[in-house]
């Protein structure tokens, strides 16, 4: 069973930078795709980036893009996701995935972490 911890969520003024981490166990972590969602109050929660197990073209979605970065670190069983200039829309819970089938859908991630929130504050 894979298992997702995620940490370096809190508070940040707008336009202050975190980087969030999402250690992986129990799996072969550099076969996975891996996935960062958020889920503000009151909204679905939605794919904002994903990269495949061999980092080529990582997916972003519009809102966060030129932004936000995913990478992967195989080596040491971790994604990152590395948030730059934030917007107090950016506030919300985020999640990190994790699905063993390249090219899974936003609905299709298998494993979940428990979440971190990020406040961003104007």
């Known amino acids: 069973q894979v298992q997702l911890v995620e940490t370096g969520g809190g508070l940040v003024q707008a336009g202050g930078s975190l980087r969030l981490s999402c250690a992986a166990s129990?799996?072969?972590?550099?076969?996975?795709?891996m996935g960062w969602f958020r889920q503000a109050p009151g909204k679905d929660r939605e794919l904002i980036a994903s990269i495949s197990w061999m980092a080529f073209s990582p997916y972003y979605a519009d809102s966060v893009k030129g932004r936000f970065t995913i990478v992967r670190d195989n080596a040491k069983n971790t994604v990152y996701l590395q948030m730059n200039s934030l917007k107090p829309e950016d506030t919300a819970v985020y999640f990190c995935?994790?699905?063993?089938?390249?090219?899974?859908?936003?609905?299709?991630?298998?494993?979940w972490g428990q979440g971190t929130q990020v406040t961003v504050s104007s």
């Open positions: 995935a994790a699905d063993r089938r390249a090219g899974v859908a936003a609905a299709g991630f298998a494993y």
């Open positions: 129990g799996g072969t972590f550099s076969t996975y795709t």
